[in-house]
T-cell receptor, first 116, second 107 residues
């Protein structure tokens, strides 16, 4: 596609429910990142996929968070048993390959998650 | 995870003013540096990469000082449309973002 597409754009859920957030990267981009941004805070790295390599999960805050990327394209971020502190904007970004001085990230518009 | 530090501001400046933001990073092995811009409730967008020799794009000038591990962004002749949060970004194995510096340009 022309840009990084994320859905849903807004999600309100009750504490304890599971949520799935979807990211469709730019066609042909092999690198895909998930970040989250809490109100008034910077971007927090969550997970990174590069081609068919094992993902870098070092930023996931707890085992309630998981992500997969099927067929090297679409990615789903799953949050189980949501907590109020999970409320944030979840941003997906992609780049043509591993980030370098030339390859930069293009972000989607984000999925705003509110846990009541 | 290594730190990227920025003055959060806000910087309130009149139209036409020159304003500078600094950013420090802790990982001396970092190789690539960027400034991103984020408008309110929008996603970050690349403003410019930062090259070792310094680089300029119109009214925007970026500088890198590897010895002191800081990056700067200079905006000349500020416009109202420059009002945004400016994110300093350092490449480690993922892009490591600072929390941003808020700029408000007033008439």
């Amino acid at each position: 596609g022309a840009g990084v597409s994320q859905s849903p754009s807004n999600k309100v859920t009750e504490k304890g429910k599971d949520v799935e957030l979807r990211c469709d990267p730019i066609s042909g981009h092999t690198a895909l990142y998930w970040y989250r941004q809490s109100l008034g805070q910077g971007l927090e790295f969550l997970i990174y996929f590069q081609g068919n390599s094992a993902p870098d999960k070092s930023g996931l805050p707890s085992d309630r968070f998981s992500a997969e990327r099927t067929g090297g394209s679409v990615s789903t971020l799953t949050i189980q048993r949501t907590q109020q502190e999970d409320s944030a904007v979840y941003l997906c970004a992609s780049s043509p390959s591993r980030i370098s001085g030339a390859n930069v990230l293009t972000f989607g518009a984000g999925s705003r998650l509110t846990v009541l | 995870r290594k730190e990227v530090e920025q003055d959060p501001g806000p910087f309130n400046v009149p139209e036409g003013a020159t304003v500078a933001f600094n950013c420090t990073y802790s990982n001396s092995a970092s190789q690539s540096f960027f400034w991103y811009r984020q408008d309110c409730r929008k996603e970050p967008k690349l403003l410019m990469s930062v090259y070792s020799s310094g680089n300029e794009d119109g009214r925007f000038t970026a500088q890198l000082n590897r010895a002191s591990q800081y990056i700067s962004l200079l905006i000349r002749d500020s416009k109202l449309s420059d009002s945004a949060t400016y994110l300093c970004v350092v490449l480690e194995y993922a892009l490591n973002f600072g929390k941003g510096t808020s700029l408000l340009v007033t008439p």
